[in-house]
C-alpha cells in the first residue's frame, strides 16, 4: 500500500455499488487495488480498511476523493495521518452543472412558450411557424445543442460553435454571465499557491452573491463548506483520475465478460490482477 490512495465508488452489476481503495503508485496494473467493499456506508467501509495493519494506515499521506461524506468520514477515520483532496474534477463539475441549470431552465421556458404559440394558431385557425435564429436555430434548439459548447473552454470551440455561442450569449445575456463566472473558477486550478487560491476561491464566492445568480447558491455553499479539502490539492496537485481510470478499466473488464453473473468470482479475479 503506496502513501498516495484515492477512494471511489463503482458499480458491477445491476447498479450494486462498491468502494474501491486505489494505490496511484499502482498505475492501473498489479499493485493498483487495496480494497473492494460491498456498499458505501462509512461504516462498512471502516470496518474492512480496519483489517488493514495500522502501522500501514499511518503511512498513508493524501487520499483523493469526491465530496461525498461517507467516504470523508470513512478516509478521517482508517487512515488518520493523511490529507484528504477533493477531486478537481468533481468540483469543477459542480459549477458547470450550476450553468447547465440555468440552461435548462431557459428551455423549459422556451418549450411553455412554444406550446402557449401551438395553442393560440390552433385557435385562430392558423398554422404555428417557430421562431428561427440566423443559423437555423429554434430557441429550443439553441438551448439544447449550447448543452456541450458551455462545458468547454471558448478556445475550443469549433467555427460553427462558436456561431452558436454568439447566438446564445446575445438572446440570454444571463447565460453569458454565468458561462464567464464559472470560467473565473476554472482558471484557479491553474494557479499553483495554496494561500493564492484560497483568495481567490474566496472571492468567487464573494462575487457569486453579488452576482445574484440563485443557480450558483448551492455551488457557493458546498465550496465553502469544502474549502479546506478543495485547498489541499494545491499541495501536490493530484486527482482522482487514476480512481475515475481504474473504474473505467473494471466497466470495459465487466463488459468484454458480458456483465458479472457471479461477483465473488468477478472479485477475486480483479484480486489476481489488481491487488
Wanted: with cysteine; charged share 30%; glycine share 4%.
Amino acid at each position: 500500500m503506496g502513501e498516495y490512495l484515492s477512494i471511489d465508488e463503482v458499480s458491477l452489476s445491476q447498479g450494486e455499488l462498491y468502494t474501491f481503495v486505489t494505490n496511484k503508485n499502482g498505475k492501473g496494473k498489479k499493485g493498483t487495488l487495496v480494497a473492494s467493499i460491498k456498499g458505501t456506508k462509512s461504516k462498512d467501509i471502516v470496518n474492512i480498511l480496519g483489517k488493514l495493519p495500522l502501522e500501514l494506515r499511518r503511512k498513508v499521506k493524501e487520499v483523493t476523493l469526491d465530496m461525498a461524506k461517507n467516504m470523508e468520514s470513512a478516509v478521517k477515520e482508517s487512515f488518520p495521518c493523511s490529507t484528504l483532496v477533493i477531486d478537481r474534477f468533481h468540483v469543477v463539475k459542480l459549477a458547470i452543472e450550476g450553468l447547465q441549470h440555468l440552461r435548462i431552465a431557459y428551455r423549459w421556458e422556451e418549450l411553455e412558450k412554444e406550446n402557449k404559440a401551438i395553442d393560440k394558431a390552433k385557435k385562430q385557425g392558423k398554422k404555428y411557424t417557430s421562431v428561427e435564429f440566423e443559423n437555423g436555430d429554434t430557441p429550443k434548439q439553441l438551448l439544447a445543442r449550447c448543452r456541450y459548447i458551455l462545458a468547454k473552454k471558448a478556445s475550443n470551440w469549433t467555427e460553427t460553435q462558436e456561431q452558436r455561442a454568439k447566438l446564445l450569449f446575445k438572446h440570454y445575456p444571463l447565460l453569458k454571465t454565468a458561462y464567464e463566472h464559472v470560467l473565473e473558477f476554472r482558471s484557479i486550478y491553474e494557479l499553483h499557491s495554496r494561500s493564492d487560491a484560497e483568495a481567490r476561491i474566496l472571492k468567487w464566492i464573494d462575487k457569486t452573491e453579488e452576482l445574484q445568480l440563485k443557480e450558483f447558491n448551492t455551488v457557493a455553499h458546498t465550496i465553502k463548506y469544502n474549502c479546506e479539502q478543495i485547498l489541499n490539492f494545491f499541495i501536490n496537485r493530484n486527482t482522482n483520475a487514476n480512481a475515475e481510470s481504474f473504474n473505467s478499466k473494471i466497466k470495459l473488464f465487466r463488459a468484454n465478460l458480458r456483465g458479472v453473473t457471479n461477483t465473488d468470482f468477478f472479485l477475486f479475479r480483479m484480486y489476481k490482477l489488481f491487488a
